[in-house]
Structure formats: structure tokens, C-alpha cells
């Protein structure tokens, strides 16, 4: 639980020397020795052994608009497989969810991706998806997306894990009696493509064969290009019937395997790191979910569940985003870094995942506008740091250097800095009445929870004339009001004022075509007017516009652009507002399980004495209670990761981020620190 101030480690960092290419314009990996796919036509190969070898037409035509379907696959390489696999999905317009989750200890870059599948124009069009939302590289550790929907088709989610097959295979590891999210996950379908046995024998390791044994459905199947005995004996013993067919090309035989249900075994022994992260699997009575907070985290938490085919009710003392997500515009904001640790790591990943959720779901465009935002270099320090980010990612195009030509790209003049050209502003109140705008959703406005019941295997919200809603699942997502109830009273949260404003356009800044983000930021004018922001004061309870706030926003602004490019009069009425952060002492915000208090501080006391030996039973959480909150000022940012992380935790899946963030996020991370330390809770 450390905070990690060293630059983090990449355990699947890329070298220039691990891929080269062939006289016919393969790819080959030179660690391995070895092709990435048939060089007589790699994606029949795939079609052939993966698509049929797991007769996935059939089964997913037999499939239902609510069933979901898994698939695991060992090595992404070009993502060739993926693609086939998505391509099928799509001509046969399956109803169900599907979920891809494939491993690789040495991820392809963008460009060498792009290559690689230039070769089968009839999957351009998906190839430039996937591509799209490619992870900037070097990556590592869980990366996760929601794919667009094509045609008839359900979503598709793709999990990439970027880390060495057994350290991937432990961060989604589980035991009957624990697990990460509400159930385990259970793959129905297994790719097993790594390189050639006798070339990477580590990626066919017996942890890959104890994993398929305790996360494969009861009608799971496996296919591989391999018959090497080692393989045919390792699936044998988890029960799978192995067989023999015709191989493609030149390969003579394929493996397909089937699971026998009746020989799965589950292990019970097997000891899970951090345990206190983990809860105890639960099946809720329904698909029935109560969210508190109509802001920013209680409509991405809504819209996470909704579309995963649960049913909503969202209470709202006020109305949507009357709180601190009431601002008329903000920036899709983190703080750019490589080197200050997993606050970093998490800002980085938050920003992706942000910006590639507002652009799929046609946010950017309805509630704002994806033109950039600029992080302005206003000392060495600054400058260093958003160097070291673009060089970092110098081949991926999310981050881009600016120094003498950064005016080209916003219109001012504005000094050197770091440009996320993928990025913008949203109208957060907007954003929300959108996110809750589904059918699944039901919004109850001026509902204020007073007190919250488990009861009848769910939770009731009682407000002051009694019973309000109830669901087998309760989110509270209502900021530092959350505090008011009793299950989640004992959070360290902060509230921080902040005052935004509105300045008038001057004849340099009306030409301002990205946000500037420094100690303040400056939107592109709208109607005449920019939107800029925000001051911050701690302890501070008024609700009043204050002029020294202005002026202070003011400077901000326009700090590092010489000559100040707006205009400001204080004799003048100066359109504002003021609303109050949420924050926590760490800065990271607050997703997950509720814990009971007494029940970890009795469990977990023996942390005092050795942090890393502690009980090999969970933790007990408050089952179907989840929390959703401190989100501080980067809202927009952060919500949509959380709320993803939410969905996967309370309806089972693959988390969408590695268990080492999860513990940065997690309620009772405060509890655990603090029992660690032999303080007080």
C-alpha cells in the first residue's frame, strides 16, 4: 500500500528489436523465433482453428439478448484472431454480450499492428476500431474497452492484459470462496495461441492449466494449433475430451477440446494476494440496482449497469447534477506524468479510457467538443515532466510536444507544452441528463435518502415518508453525502470549494481553439464567452460568487500567454458558479464494496504485526452495497472508468483495470492502511 513515488516498471515493455519482418512482409518475433500466423493465410488459419475449432457459429446463434459469452485468449499478437472473431460476431448479429480477454507479455505498437493487418483488407474497417482503441504503447498491467456497435450486434467488450502469462493469470485469479467482482469469471470459450510449445514454453505453463480448471464453464471448449503431448495431457487432466483434426495448410492436426463438467475440479486452497480486495461471490435476487446521486458518478454508474442489462432506479435529493457536476462546462482533465507512481499510472489510464467513452457514445460531440486540450509548460519543472510524457508514448499520437509551433495548434500564442489532441471539454449537466437517458433508467428527482435497510436480500431507501425504492443492489454515488448513512459514514472525505467563470472574448482570445490547461484552465469561447476555472479552497462552505475568486481565475487563465488575451471588469457582474468537490486524503476516488468496519478490524488486526501475512479469508463486505464517490475535481475523467469498474464488480467479468490499482480504490483502503500503521480506526 505504498505510494510508489519511483517511476513504475513495465513488464512488457516493447524493444525495437522484438518484431521483424519477413521477405514476404510478415511479421516474425525475433524473442521467439517464430511467425505471428500462417504465412499461406493467416486469417483462414484463425477462422479454421479458433472460430470452428470452438464451433462458434453454432453457439452463438443459440444465444439470448441477456446471456453474455467469454472468450480467453493466450497471446493478442496482431489481434488477428480478435478481428475474425469480431467479424463473425457481426455477420451473424448476435444478440449477447461478448467479452474478449486475451494476454501478451510483448505488445505490438500501433504502427506494426497497422501493418500487420494491412494485409486482409476485408477487416479495414474493424482493423482502423481496433487500432482506434489500441492502448498507447508501452502499456502494461489491464486495459480495457467498450467497443462501438455495428450493425444488429451486441457490444463487445475487449480486456487486454499486457504482463507475463502466469502475473496476468494471478491479477484475474479467484477462489470459490473469493473473488474480485460478484462472481468469478468463466470462460466459455478458450484461445490457446501462443508461440509453438517447444518455443515459449512458459506461456503453456501448469498455472495456465490450474486456471482453465477453476474459470472454465461447464460447456467450455478449447482449440489450439498444437497437438504437442504436453498440451494434450495438461487439458486431459481438467477433464477436457481432446481431439485430433485436420490442421490448416501446412499443419497437418489441430487440437478441440470440450469441457466434461462432471471432472471439473475446483481448487480451494490457493492463496490470493491482498485479500481484503476480494469478496465473497454472490448471486443478487435480481438485475435490480439502486443508484444514489443523479451527478456524475451516479449517472455513469446507472449507464454501466444499463447496459449490462440491468434495471435502475436513481434518486436524487435535488436534481440531475445539482451538485459540483452542475458546472456549465469542463475539461476532461488529469495531470499528466510517468514517474509519480500508480496516482500517475491511474491518471493516465483514466484519461484514455475517458476519452475514448465520450467519443464512442457521441458525448463529445452532443454535450461539448473533443478540440484538444493543452497542457502549458509554465516552468522547467512542467516542462520536464510533459517531455518526459511525450517521449514516453512518442509513437502512439496521444501525447504531442508543442514548442515553437504550439500556436499553429491553438490558435494563440502560448509557449511550449503537451497536447492530448484526443481530449476536450463537456457540459457535465448535459452529460448527465444523457447518461440517464436510457430505457433501462427510471430517474426519481427530489428523493432525498434519509436511511438505507438491507432487507429481503437486497436494499430499501427510506427518505422521511418512508420506503422510496428498493433493489437487490444499492449504489451510493451522492458525493460527501454519502457520509449520512451509516454503512458509510466512516470515509475521509474532504469538500473543496470551487468558483468558475465566465470572461468575455477579446479580439486575441476569440481565435483560442483548444483548452489551455495550467494552474487554471481556459475553454474556447462559446456565445461570446469563455468558460475558466476553478478556484480552490478547503474548508471553505460559502456558496456566494466572490470577485477575488474571479480575479484570481482571471490570472490563472491567462497565465503564461503574454499579452492576457481576455478582458475583465470588475465593475461589472461576472457570471459564475460555485460548487464543492469531493475529495479524499489520497487523491485517488472511492469504488467498490462497502466494508463492515468492525468485522475487517477484528479480521485483518494481525496486520499490525506483519503487513504482508495476514488471514486467507475475505474480508465481509455489506453484500449489493457499493460506493462510488470522491471524485474530486476530475469527474469527467475518472467517472467513466469507476462506473466501468462498478459494472464488472457487481455484475462478475474481468475488472477493467489490474488489481494493484483496484487497491488504490477500494473503501477499505483507508481501513487496511490504518491497521498496517497500528493506528486508529
Known sequence: MSDDSERPTNSSTHDADALCWDAEGQPRSTYFDDVYFSREDGLAESRHVFLHGNKLAERWQALSAEASFTIFETGFGTGLNFLACWQLF??????????????????????????????????????????????????????????????????????????DIDDALDELNSRPDASLSSRPLTVDAWFLDGFAPAKNPAMWSPALFRFMSTNSAECATAATFTVAGAVRRGLAELGFSCEKLPGFGRKREMLRA??????????????????????RPFKPRDRSALVIGAGLAGAHASRALAQRGWQVVVLDASKVASGASGNSEGV??????????????????????????????????????ACGVFHLALKQSDEARLREV???????????WLSDNSSAYTGVASGPGLLLPESGWLRPATLCSQLLDHPRIELREHSRVRELVEADGGWRALGERGELASASVCVVANARESLSFGQTDFLPLTTIRGQTSRFKAG?????????????????????????????????????????????LN?????????????????DEDQPGRVGFRCTTKDYFPIAGPVPKIDAYRRHFAALAKNAKRGPQSVGESFQGLYLLTGLGSRGLA??????????????????????????????????????IRGQEV
Open 332 to 369: 476532461v482533465y488529469t495531470r499528466p506524468s510517468v514517474r509519480e507512481g500508480r496516482l500517475s499510472e491511474f491518471n493516465r489510464y483514466a484519461q484514455y479510457f475517458a476519452d475514448l467513452f465520450y467519443h464512442n457514445e457521441g458525448y463529445y460531440r452532443a454535450c461539448g467538443h
Open 507 to 551: 479580439a486575441e482570445s476569440k481565435s483560442l481553439r483548444t483548452v489551455l490547461c495550467g494552474k487554471g484552465y481556459m475553454l474556447p469561447a462559446v456565445d461570446g464567452t469563455h468558460a475558466c476555472g476553478a478556484s480552490f479552497h478547503l474548508r471553505d462552505e460559502c456558496r456566494d460568487l466572490r470577485d477575488e475568486d474571479h480575479r
Open 258 to 279: 470440450h469441457l466434461n463438467s462432471a471432472a471439473l475440479t475446483q481448487d480451494n486452497s490457493g492463496q490470493l494476494p491482498s485479500i481484503w480486495l476480494y469478496q
Open 390 to 400: 511525450a517521449d514516453y508514448y512518442r509513437d502512439s499520437g496521444n501525447y504531442l
Open 638 to 675: 475518472y467517472a467513466p472508468l469507476c462506473a466501468e469498474l462498478l459494472g464488472a464488480l457487481i455484475a462478475g467479468g474481468p475488472l477493467p483495470l489490474s488489481r494493484r490499482l483496484y487497491a488504490h480504490l477500494h473503501p477499505a483502503r483507508f481501513l487496511i492502511r490504518s491497521l
Open 90 to 163: 457481426l455477420q451473424l448479429d448476435v444478440p449477447a454480450h461478448l467479452h474478449f480477454v486475451s494476454v501478451e507479455k510483448y505488445p505490438l505498437r500501433r504502427a506494426e499492428l497497422a501493418r500487420a493487418l494491412a494485409m486482409w483488407p476485408e477487416l479495414n474497417e474493424l482493423a482502423a476500431i481496433l487500432l482506434q482503441h489500441y492502448p498507447p504503447q508501452p502499456a502494461s498491467g489491464v486495459w480495457q474497452c467498450r467497443l462501438p456497435k455495428l450493425g444488429k450486434s451486441a457490444a463487445l467488450s475487449l480486456t487486454l492484459i499486457f504482463d
Open 554 to 570: 482571471f490570472d490563472l487563465a491567462n497565465e503564461g500567454l503574454e499579452p492576457s488575451i481576455l478582458e475583465f471588469n470588475l
